[in-house]
């Protein structure tokens, strides 16, 4: 499951109905990922990049903990260079 996948990497995101979807409104077939937590800390077009190509990983390599734990550790990084608050 992509989202519980994600989650695990440090990435949340959560299930969503694809517009035009055709089977039931309870199975989900898409996610829904937010910018607003982001783009307040001062994150731009290379970070959503960034982040798109790490969720790609997660995705293509689901079952690989070590894949979703090097993410993990580089979203950490990259969120100590856009600090929530700024001292």
Known sequence: DAENALGEAGITVNKNTVPRETRSPFVTSGIRVGTPAL?????????MKTIANWMADVI????????KEKIKKEIKELCL???IYKK
């Open 39 to 47: 783009t307040t800390r001062g994150m731009g077009t290379a970070e």
């Open 60 to 67: 293509f390599n689901i079952s690989d903990s070590a894949v």
């Open 81 to 83: 260079q856009f600090p």
